[in-house]
Nanobody, 123 residues
Framework: QVQLAESGGGSVQAGGSLRLSCAAS????????MAWFRQAPGKEREFVAS????????YYGDSVKGRFTISRDNPRNTVYLQMNSLKPEDTAVYYC????????????????WGQGTQVTVSS
């Protein structure tokens, strides 16, 4: 069983930056693909970014390309999401997800989920 805990959310003005962290309670994060999703009120959960277990393959949602960067530190069992040039439409609860195998872009591709962290961007 893998438990994931997000941190780093908060309130920021448009154009600002935040870095989210996802700490995994697992013996080793190797072999786990990891991802970030987000969900705004009244909307479906949306893919943000994913990363392979080695970190050499990453994918991004169209709305965050060029602004967000996903990375991982396997020895620390932690995954990060650096968010720059934030916009009000980035406001959502951000979830960390993980599973064995390849990084995929869909919700049901991940068995393990964190509780989420709120990000609020004001104009």
């Amino acid at each position: 069983q893998v438990q994931l805990a997000e941190s780093g959310g908060g309130s920021v003005q448009a154009g600002g930056s935040l870095r989210l962290s996802c700490a995994a309670s697992v013996d080793s994060l190797f072999r786990y693909a990891m991802a970030w999703f987000r969900q705004a009120p009244g909307k479906e959960r949306e893919f943000v970014a994913s990363i392979s277990w080695s970190g050499d393959v990453t994918y991004y949602g169209d709305s965050v390309k060029g602004r967000f960067t996903i990375s991982r530190d396997n020895p620390r069992n932690t995954v990060y999401l650096q968010m720059n040039s934030l916009k009000p439409e980035d406001t959502a609860v951000y979830y960390c997800a993980g599973d064995l195998g390849r990084p995929v872009l869909i919700v049901k591709g991940y068995a393990y989920w964190g509780q989420g962290t709120q990000v609020t961007v004001s104009s």
